[in-house]
């Protein structure tokens, strides 16, 4: 049985070896459709706001999404679970 941290290189490894032409589609595929259903969902319920804010919105979205996207497939270890370290005043027995 494969150990968490052994899992976690090969799935790092995975990411990385993926060619970067696949992750702009990638990039490109998840900000489209956040975007997209950003845009439609402020469309769709006209809440009295311009088209302009409702792009600028649907833009920053995307963006968002392609960001955690990315973090989360190519820069793993930016979202590594760290051991908590006991504070400094704590008093072990020995």
């Known amino acids: 049985m494969t ?3 052994q899992t976690r290189r090969h ?3 995975y ?3 993926v060619p970067l032409s696949f992750m702009v589609v990638l990039g490109l595929a998840v900000f489209l459709t956040f975007s997209s259903l950003v845009f ?3 469309t769709l319920l006209n809440r009295g706001c311009h088209l302009l804010v409702v792009l600028v919105y649907a833009a920053d979205m995307g ?3 392609t ?3 990315l973090a989360f497939t190519r820069f793993i270890r930016l979202f590594a679970a760290r051991r908590r ?3 400094s005043d704590h008093i ?3």
Do not use: D
């Open 92 to 94: 072990r027995p020995h």
């Open 67 to 69: 960001g955690y996207a």
């Open 40 to 42: 439609v969902s402020g």
């Open 3 to 5: 150990s968490r941290i």
């Open 15 to 17: 990411w990385k070896s």
């Open 85 to 87: 370290r006991p504070p």
């Open 11 to 13: 799935w790092g490894q």
């Open 63 to 65: 963006i968002v999404a």
